[in-house]
């Protein structure tokens, strides 16, 4: 397989992975040389280009904007990370045992923990995308900041995959995708979120990023490894949730300081 081809063919496997969208993939051919998840947080950021269409709509105000903006990245994902994140609360925190958790996150029924969960990440995540557009001085920051979590928060799960193991209780779907990414691979995934908080906030903000992710990469790692002693998709869907939340509100800390805008 040529290099384009190859890098094509990783493309779309990514693309019908992480998305809804109908595209038709051969999965019989050879794996390609880039793993497909390195496209991940690409494919972030095509979520939230195609999911910000309502900002362009200013008659629907803040609210009905932010709803919205959350529902169409809902929609276009098929609630992939959403799902992880219910599937995980229920196991990690329901679960006595490695086993049982992960007995739990294959069950598809919705328990009490995966609904408060939910609940609380879509919650916060609505009240602060609405007080950075209230706060805004311009849709160009909330777009920026808009494509920016989406590429970034995929960061994430990228890192967890190379610093722990896959664990599961059986075979998986997700364990297709999964694949520890080697530097060059994963200074190529990263790309886009680092330059897109740089063009958002400057290089400290670049740098506000990068060690945000890198801190809740360390957490994550010391929980999971108490908890599975590794990783599973479940898991993985659920950082990326967490990892929105925390950039959302690194976002709004530093949207507030470059306006002059103190809380």
Same mark, same amino acid.
């Given at each position: 397989?040529?290099?384009?081809?190859?890098?094509?063919?990783?493309?779309?496997?990514?693309?019908?992975? +992480?998305?809804?969208?109908?595209?038709?993939?051969?999965?019989?051919?050879?794996?390609?040389?880039?793993?497909?998840? @390195?496209?991940?947080?690409?494919?972030?950021?095509?979520?939230?280009?195609?999911? %910000?269409?309502?900002? @362009?709509?200013?008659? #629907?105000?803040?609210?009905? /904007?932010?709803?919205?903006?959350?529902?169409?990245?809902?929609?276009?994902?098929?609630?992939?990370?959403?799902?992880?994140?219910?599937?995980?609360?229920?196991? #990690?925190?329901?679960?006595?045992?490695?086993?049982?958790?992960?007995?739990?996150?294959?069950? *598809? *029924?919705?328990?009490?923990?995966?609904? &408060? =969960? &939910?609940?609380? @990440?879509?919650?916060?995540?609505?009240?602060?995308?609405?007080?950075?557009?209230?706060?805004? %001085?311009?849709? +160009?920051?909330?777009?920026? &900041?808009?494509?920016?979590?989406?590429?970034?928060?995929?960061?994430?799960?990228?890192?967890?995959?190379?610093?722990?193991?896959?664990?599961?209780?059986?075979?998986? $779907? =997700? @364990? $297709?995708?999964?694949? =520890?990414?080697?530097?060059? /691979?994963?200074?190529?995934?990263?790309?886009?979120?680092?330059?897109?908080?740089?063009?958002?906030?400057?290089?400290?903000?670049?740098?506000?990023?990068?060690?945000?992710?890198?801190?809740?990469? $360390?957490?994550?790692?010391? +929980?999971?490894? /108490? $908890?599975?002693?590794?990783?599973?998709?479940?898991?993985?869907?659920?950082?990326? /949730?967490? =990892?929105?939340?925390?950039?959302? #509100?690194?976002?709004?800390?530093?949207?507030?300081?470059?306006?002059?805008?103190?809380?």
């Amino acid at each position: 397989m040529n290099p384009w081809a190859d890098f094509r063919e990783s493309a779309k496997r990514s693309l019908v992975t +992480y998305t809804r969208f109908p595209i038709w993939v051969d999965w019989s051919k050879p794996k390609p040389s880039l793993p497909p998840v @390195a496209f991940l947080p690409w494919i972030g950021l095509l979520v939230g280009l195609l999911s %910000a269409w309502p900002l @362009a709509v200013g008659f #629907l105000g803040h609210e009905l /904007q932010v709803l919205f903006m959350l529902l169409t990245a809902v929609l276009i994902t098929g609630s992939f990370h959403e799902d992880g994140l219910m599937d995980a609360a229920d196991g #990690l925190v329901g679960g006595w045992t490695i086993e049982t958790r992960l007995q739990i996150m294959k069950d *598809s *029924s919705i328990g009490s923990y995966a609904a &408060i =969960a &939910i609940w609380f @990440a879509l919650t916060i995540k609505f009240f602060l995308l609405v007080r950075i557009l209230s706060e805004s %001085a311009s849709t +160009y920051w909330v777009i920026t &900041i808009w494509l920016l979590i989406h590429s970034a928060a995929r960061v994430l799960p990228l890192f967890i995959m190379r610093n722990l193991p896959y664990v599961s209780s059986g075979e998986s $779907k =997700a @364990a $297709k995708m999964i694949d =520890a990414l080697s530097l060059r /691979q994963l200074c190529f995934a990263i790309s886009p979120g680092f330059l897109l908080a740089v063009v958002t906030f400057g290089l400290i903000g670049g740098l506000v990023f990068s060690v945000s992710i890198l801190g809740l990469d $360390k957490l994550m790692r010391l +929980y999971l490894s /108490q $908890k599975l002693q590794g990783f599973n998709g479940d898991t993985l869907g659920a950082s990326e /949730q967490l =990892a929105e939340i925390v950039l959302l #509100l690194v976002s709004l800390l530093l949207l507030s300081l470059v306006q002059g805008v103190m809380y």
